[in-house]
């Protein structure tokens, strides 16, 4: 669900080309064991974390280029993803779900397809083969995360949408 077996494809494909790549894999899964074994050639450029407080996850994460979160369903909302830009971090995710109402493709991330680990890598690609990019899409998101993702917003939108329903039952 999480995608993770599509972006150990993806990079794969990425370590080609940048062979000093790195790619760290948070969180714990049933799937985990299978993805290890499965990842076990692309030792040492990829590490499986497991799971981590909130704290060491953005300290480890505070250095990345890209945080990459290839969902295959549709997230109502990716916290993964919105995270990573509140951190300042590029961000690659599926064009499905949450993601596609905050993700504006080529200014705060870059969305693709589920599924599709060749446009994964050539979207991780872009962005770790241009620093310049790579910070651009992470201002970017940060600048979009912090104007939408705070909870004042958060408050307003609710008590908008609990108005609306409440008005909607009275008539």
């Known amino acids: 669900e999480k995608g993770v077996d599509v972006l150990l494809r993806a990079f794969e494909l990425v370590t080609r080309r940048l062979a000093h790549a790195r790619l760290m894999i948070a969180g714990e899964g049933p799937e985990k064991r299978h993805l290890e074994k499965s990842s076990e050639h692309l030792v040492p450029t990829v590490t ?6 909130r704290a060491e996850i953005e300290r480890r ?4 280029w890209v945080q990459a979160v290839p969902s295959r369903g549709a997230e109502a909302f990716g916290n993964a993803g919105a995270e ?8 690659v995710a599926t064009a499905n779900g949450g993601f596609t109402e905050y993700v504006q493709h080529q200014r705060t991330g870059l969305l693709v397809p589920s599924d599709d680990a060749a446009s994964l890598s050539d979207a991780l690609l872009s962005i770790l083969s241009d620093r310049e990019f790579a910070e651009s899409l ?6 979009f995360a912090l104007q939408e ?9 609710f008590e908008a949408i609990y108005s609306r329903l409440t008005a909607h039952s009275r008539s």
Request: proline share 3%.
């Open 48 to 53: 499986f974390l497991g799971h981590l407080p």
């Open 138 to 143: 992470g201002q970017e998101g940060r600048r």
């Open 149 to 157: 993702f705070n909870q004042q917003q958060f408050i307003e939108r």
């Open 84 to 91: 990573a830009m509140m951190r300042g971090t590029a961000l």
């Open 61 to 64: 994460f505070n250095a990345a």
